[in-house]
């Protein structure tokens, strides 16, 4: 496979990533959403012989691009300081503990600019595609979510979800349309939701409709909660959790997770000791340097927390 490392996807704010999560060169680090491999690449770099990377990602084409990518390191062998999973990230903790404690876990969460500029993964309303929206080729696609769930479903996934004030207007337009043929592409949806929504609100519903159909088939929400409560578990003291989110709902739940393993607390009469330090009071953004050279980064927040206590 011939590959080209630019076009895959731009690391995300890499430089900020590589300071707060690399803290030892002979450590384990898992890189929980590895895609195109920037953030790995960086981390590797600061690696002596010893140190170890553990990459998942639940896309099969990303993990295939990085045994290109890093096709030197992993013929090495035993020896080979990057080891590849096509797993979920909320799996990480179970599939990797036997290999030690962890010293740092990334997770950069969403898409990659790959995924969303492959029309046939239907991420992106901005080209014809198949309504997928999958990560991984198991579980329900986003054709079968809007053909089946009837219109109430459909409004509060989308609310929930994508926080999208014309929820039950769109939802309402899927079921009517849906009578005179089924949605198949992202198009079908996109025109929809066109139908709607008036013309300058449609850029950010279009992208909050999609956002919520991948959320609720991915089910990104409880995956993420699961994985940073699993990761208390691996993570070593002193260990280190990265989390970069694009969008609000994420962010929530990283915040609430840092803020609750980082307050001492009772609970039913036992004082629960903190077990993390937060170490992002404000989560760190962008600069507008990165923002002008990659669009898409625009939206990120970073928030980190370091492990002080079983
Ligand atoms: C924003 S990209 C990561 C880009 C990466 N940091 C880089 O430098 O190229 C997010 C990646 O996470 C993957 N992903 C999303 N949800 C996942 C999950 N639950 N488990 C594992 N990987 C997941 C996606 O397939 C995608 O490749």
Redesign the pocket.
């Given at each position: 496979m011939a590959i080209n490392i630019e076009q895959?996807?731009t690391?995300?704010l890499l430089k900020e990533v590589v300071e707060l999560l690399v803290t030892d060169p002979k450590g384990i680090y898992v890189?929980?959403?590895?895609?195109?491999?920037?953030?790995?690449s960086a981390i590797l770099e600061r690696l002596d012989e010893e140190g170890r990377i553990l990459g998942?990602?639940?896309?099969i084409e990303?993990i295939e691009f990085c045994k290109e990518k890093f096709k030197g390191e992993l013929e090495k062998g035993e020896l080979s300081r990057i080891e590849l999973f096509n797993?979920?990230?909320?799996n990480a903790c179970s599939i990797t503990r036997h290999r030690g404690k962890w010293t740092g876990f990334?997770l950069?969460?969403?898409?990659?600019s790959r995924?969303l500029d492959e029309s046939r993964r239907g991420f992106s309303y901005r080209a014809v595609g198949p309504l997928d929206l999958r990560?991984s080729p198991h579980g329900t696609t986003a054709e079968e979510l809007v053909n089946a769930a009837n219109e109430e479903d459909l409004a509060a996934l989308l609310r929930k979800f994508g926080e999208e004030p014309y929820a039950k207007k769109i939802a309402r337009a899927i079921v009517q349309q849906r009578k005179i043929s089924p949605l198949k592409t992202t198009v079908d949806l996109a025109k929809v939701v066109e139908n709607v929504v008036p013309r300058k609100f449609l850029k950010k519903s279009l992208s909050r409709v999609f956002q919520a159909i991948r959320i609720a088939i991915?089910n990104?929400l409880e995956?993420l909660e699961k994985?940073l409560n699993n990761s208390l578990e691996c993570l070593a003291i002193g260990g280190r959790i990265v989390v970069i989110s694009y969008h609000s709902l994420e962010d929530r739940i990283v915040k609430n997770f840092l803020r609750n393993f980082s307050t001492k607390r009772s609970e039913e009469g036992t004082i629960i000791v903190p077990k993390i330090k937060v170490l992002t009071k404000k989560p760190i953004v962008p600069s507008e340097a990165e923002i002008k050279s990659n669009p898409r980064a625009r939206s990120a927040k970073l928030r980190a927390g370091e492990k002080i206590a079983d």
């Open positions: 895959y996807h690391p995300v890189d929980g959403t590895i895609g195109g491999g920037g953030h790995s998942f990602d639940k896309d990303a797993e979920c990230f909320s990334l950069d969460l969403g898409v990659s995924q990560f991915n990104e995956v994985a």
